[in-house]
């Protein structure tokens, strides 16, 4: 069942798969309590609902014995233009990915009710998951043997770095599982150094100063203290990425026709951008991860790196 189930999931082409038994992440648990007592994840206060559950898969869906983890690369062939507003690389497909990679975790369960039957699933409950409920996916995935997750948060792959989507599918059978791979960051820190509101520290993210969270989570307004040093990014942030030597080293772009770039967003230059109108936001970006910002929060950002640009232009004369 291993076996078929990892290679069933290649052949559906996801770019890597994993399986960890399920059981209870007791030092994510106590991590997570003192992050989330600290108030590291700012407005984002469904983090703090179901804890028991985020920490326990066998309590989110009982039964749960196995955990399947897939990866499907989303590194684009293309950049954007030099002065254009920085959209993360994770939301350049024409599709949201959610919607990508649920299709794809369907047809893997499909395939394995049908070798292996039906009882493999808890029918009474979700029990597949893409970013939608109280699940830990990276743990899950440095378990299933993927990779580790490195000082940036982030799951670092073998062979692929961390540009990547994360499924999970929970079975309620046992079966063979991937050992974990050993953390391979060593003493670097360029993540760390190069994060320009210092989110990072420790082994930790503090979602309050993220890039990446000010520019998409957060319903209010970008304190004054960051607004100078988003860096460009106007929807997310891939600067820790970008630094690692890992992702310098594994990533190439993706070959998912599926992930097919937005391409207004690899041709649009800052004028472009500055006059989009909300019926065009919604023509472009009704079906791209985009969307869930909004038009005006999006706006909102892109007016606001351009008004620190000016002022620092003044600031040297």
């Known amino acids: 069942m291993h076996n078929f189930i990892k290679k069933t999931a290649l052949s559906l082409g996801f770019d890597a798969c994993g399986i960890a038994r399920a059981e ?32 326990d898969p066998r309590l989110l869906v009982p039964g749960c014995k196995s955990v399947v983890v897939v990866l499907m690369n989303y590194f684009p062939e293309k950049k954007q233009p030099a002065n254009a507003p920085i959209i993360a690389r994770y939301a350049y497909s024409e599709i949201d990915y959610h919607t990508i990679m649920k299709s794809k975790l369907n ?41 580790w997750i490195g000082k940036h948060t982030q799951l670092i792959a073998s062979e692929i770095g961390s540009y990547y989507f994360i ?15 050993v953390e391979r960051c060593g003493s670097c820190r360029r993540c760390i150094d190069a994060c320009p509101t210092r989110a990072l520290e420790n082994g930790s993210l503090d979602a309050r100063r993220c890039i990446s969270y000010l520019t998409i989570e957060s ?54 951008w500055a006059q ?32 620190t640009i000016s002022i620092v232009r003044l600031c040297i004369k």
Request: contains cysteine; negative net charge.
């Open 219 to 272: 319903k209010n307004d970008i304190p004054e203290e960051f607004q100078d040093k988003l860096s460009g990014c106007v929807w997310g942030c891939d600067i820790c990425a970008e630094v690692c030597p890992w992702n310098k080293k594994w990533s190439v772009p993706n070959s998912h026709q599926e992930l097919n770039t937005v391409g207004q967003i690899t041709e649009w230059k800052k004028e472009n």
């Open 276 to 307: 989009m109108n909300e019926t065009e936001f919604n023509r472009i970006f009704g079906k791209s991860a985009i969307k869930r910002a909004g038009f005006r929060k999006l706006m909102k950002n892109i007016e606001m790196i351009e008004k």
């Open 167 to 181: 499924g999970i599918l929970m079975l309620n059978t046992e079966t063979e599982y991937d050992k974990p791979v």
């Open 107 to 147: 047809k893997l369960e499909t395939e394995i009710r049908q070798d292996y039957g039906a009882s493999c699933f808890n029918d009474d409950c979700q029990h597949l998951f893409v970013d939608s409920a109280p699940v830990l996916e990276r743990r899950w995935a440095q378990r299933a043997g993927l990779g």
């Open 24 to 55: 209870e992440l007791t030092e994510d648990k106590t991590f997570l309590k003192l992050w989330l007592d600290d108030g590291k994840h700012g407005e984002m206060k469904y983090l703090a609902r179901n804890f028991e559950k985020r920490t």
